[in-house]
């Protein structure tokens, strides 16, 4: 079934639209702070469509994540018990509550990882506002760690090229359903074990 082929075809059309930029910042800044899908999925399609402005795309990535993370920070330090229901009800808080025990134990140093962590970042911008953390030292956290994950996804889009676009078309389909299968045994094993 060739499902993932016509989606990757259409993402690649997104990513060539005009307004595809202030798209992407959108998408940056909501994920830092409410917004459940990651700006990957809009950067390295459009990092791939046009390598020139791969840089500039991670830049406007890391730049509207931070303020999206800023914006999360005083959620949690100003709203946290309006959003406290809706993280319970997407089955976020023992996430939440994980990222509330890494800044604990590890203080700052939990944004530079928060950046590559599956642990959705938002939990973490949130997280930061709850223990108040100080704002310095988490903007400059969220800069390195969010703007390496971006420029590291536009940098292999990049590198890979014309010859990552041809390979994805190939096998896009097969990766698709290979992932879709490797979440159905996460959400299983998570479920009972």
């Not at 976020?92 to 700052?108: K, P």
């Not at 956290?141 to 010859?163: D, N, Y």
Request: proline share 4%; no cysteine; charged share 15%.
């Amino acid at each position: 079934m060739q499902l993932f082929s016509s989606l990757y075809e259409r993402v690649m059309r997104w990513a060539a639209h005009r307004h595809a930029q202030w798209y992407l910042a959108g998408l940056s800044f909501a994920e830092s702070s409410f917004f459940p899908i990651p700006p990957d999925v809009m950067l390295a399609p459009m990092a791939l469509a046009n390598t020139k402005k791969a840089w500039r795309y991670a830049l406007i990535t890391t730049v509207f994540s931070v303020l999206g993370g800023l914006a999360g920070y005083a959620i949690g330090m100003f709203a946290f018990d309006l959003v406290r229901p809706v993280l319970e009800k997407a089955g976020y808080m023992d996430n939440y509550n994980l990222a509330v025990s890494w800044f604990e134990q590890w203080g700052v140093w939990v944004i530079f990882v928060a950046g590559f962590s599956p642990i959705p970042y938002k939990l973490f911008t949130i997280a930061a506002g709850v223990v108040s953390m100080a704002l310095l030292p988490f903007a400059i956290a969220s800069i390195i760690g969010r703007g390496a994950r971006f420029f590291i996804v536009a940098g292999l889009m990049v590198w890979g090229g014309e010859k990552m676009d041809q390979m994805l078309r190939q096998y896009v389909d097969r990766i698709g359903w290979a992932l879709v299968v490797v979440v159905a045994i996460a959400f299983i094993w998570y479920e009972f074990m």
